[in-house]
């Protein structure tokens, strides 16, 4: 069973770091393009960086320099790298893997993806 399963949310101060992981089952991920995408409250959801299998990198503007995203193929895990964390950051975070190997060049629309997880949820608060 084709399967992503996002993990490390939880409650971090304004400033703080986390690391999210993305592991995946029932593919060969090193295959895939992988992206992560948050969804805030009441908000649409946003693409947040992507990943190629070559490991080629894209971001959303508003995570440039705080934001990193890499893969590990040998442990068929993608993980995003989040410092000085926001309160903006907050949201249900989604990894999703799409048809091919390379990022779109609207990879952020989230229309490409074919296998979405189930979501990690980050608050950041004082």
């Known amino acids: 069973q084709v399967q992503l399963v996002e993990s490390g949310g939880g409650l971090v101060q304004p400033g703080g770091s986390l690391r999210l992981s993305c592991s995946a089952s029932?593919?060969?991920?090193?295959?895939?393009?992988i992206a992560w995408f948050r969804q805030a409250p009441g908000k649409e959801r946003e693409g947040v960086s992507c990943?190629?299998?070559?490991?080629?990198?894209q971001y959303a503007d508003s995570v440039k320099g705080r934001f990193t995203i890499s893969r590990d193929n040998t442990k068929n895990t993608v993980y995003l790298q989040m410092n000085s964390l926001k309160r903006g950051s907050m949201g249900v975070y989604y990894c999703?893997?799409?048809?091919?190997?390379?990022?779109?060049?609207?990879?952020?629309?989230?229309?490409?993806?074919?296998?979405w997880g189930r979501g990690a949820k980050i608050t950041v608060s004082s």
């Open positions: 999703a893997r799409d048809f091919i190997r390379y990022c779109r060049s609207n990879w952020y629309t989230g229309g490409s993806m074919s296998t």
């Open positions: 029932g593919f060969t991920l090193d295959d895939y393009a």
């Open positions: 990943i190629s299998s070559r490991k080629n990198t």
